[in-house]
């Protein structure tokens, strides 16, 4: 047995358990080898990723144009809330909001219209006449001046009269006298008025059925946010300013007044007092209708 084995050792054969090990040395070389590749690919490709997307960025600042410049809208108007948007006009000008006075008058058309009429067109303002229907015809040429003028002739029902508008029990006493009176204005200048303000507002002699059926008669609403008094305050036109005064404050105001001797005597300063706060004078506009009742209704 000896001699066989070296027999075999002279003609170069190799013990088994000589083999084996060698064998696995030589994998274990090849896993290694395997592994530093990989990663030697992994770094190829990252370096070729990093150079392409550098050169992509360098391209886009050479050729494409600057950004444009991000105007914000401040974040709060008032009452309303507004998220910040990319690249459109600030609801603000100059860090201001636009103030707007809508006046408004009521119980015409009277011999005082024309001296309103006068007053408002010395400060280029205009306003919103709230008239009875049964005054109508006795100052035929007012009407037509306020709104040859820009002012708008709205409705404050034909009688005033409390107990007839709100006490049968339903809105058709209502909804029947501005309908008339609707149609006198439209004879008299052409022009169909759908505004209309309530006798002594809409609460809280107004509930919602009633408010609905208002508005399916085709009509819209406005009370007021500043009441001036003035038909409580006659010969006290000083009164008047100062309550006009006391109460503005908001970017919209409607300011209720009445066309009464002592309106009128109070009117160019309470104008003055307006234009000196920054307001501007509007008049209403339907087909801009906001709503400006005491419910909220957005039917009105």
């Not at 050479?62 to 108007?77: G, R, Y």
């Not at 948007?85 to 058309?109: C, H, M, N, S, W």
């Not at 067109?121 to 040859?148: C, S, Y």
């Not at 052409?190 to 107004?206: E, V």
Request: positive net charge; glycine residues 6%.
């Amino acid at each position: 047995m000896r001699v066989q084995q070296e027999r075999a050792g002279e003609r170069g054969s190799i013990p088994p358990s000589t083999s084996r090990t060698k064998t696995h040395k030589r994998r274990k070389i090849r896993y290694g080898r395997v592994i530093i590749a990989l990663m030697l690919l992994v770094l190829f490709v990252t370096g070729i990723t990093y150079v392409f997307f550098g050169m992509t960025h360098w391209i886009k600042s050479v050729v494409a144009p600057p950004p444009i410049t991000v105007i914000e809208q401040p974040a709060k108007l008032g009452m309303i809330q507004v998220t910040p948007d990319a690249k459109e006009e600030p609801a603000r000008f100059q860090g201001q909001v636009r103030k707007l006075a809508y006046i408004t008058f009521d119980d015409g058309p009277t011999e005082y219209t024309e001296q309103l009429l006068d007053i408002l067109k010395q400060h280029e303002a205009k306003a919103t006449f709230f008239m009875i229907g049964r005054q109508l015809n006795q100052h035929p040429e007012a009407v037509k001046r306020l709104l040859k003028e820009g002012s708008y002739p709205g409705l404050h029902s034909m009688t005033h009269n409390y107990k007839k508008l709100y006490k049968s029990g339903s809105s058709a006493n209502f909804v029947k006298e501005f309908k008339k009176e609707q149609k006198m204005v439209q004879d008299l200048i052409g022009f169909t008025p759908h505004l209309i303000r309530a006798p002594y507002g809409s609460s809280p002699q107004i509930g919602e059925k009633f408010r609905g059926d208002i508005a399916a008669a085709g009509f819209k609403m406005w009370d007021w946010t500043t009441d001036s008094l003035d038909w409580n305050l006659p010969g006290q036109p000083d009164k008047i300013v100062a309550r006009v005064s006391k109460s503005v404050h908001r970017d919209k105001e409607v300011i209720l007044m009445h066309e009464r001797e002592q309106t009128v005597q109070a009117l160019p300063r309470i104008l003055k007092l307006l234009e000196d706060r920054g307001y501007e004078f509007e008049v209403y506009d339907p087909d801009a209708h906001w709503v400006a009742n005491f419910s909220g209704d957005t039917r009105l």
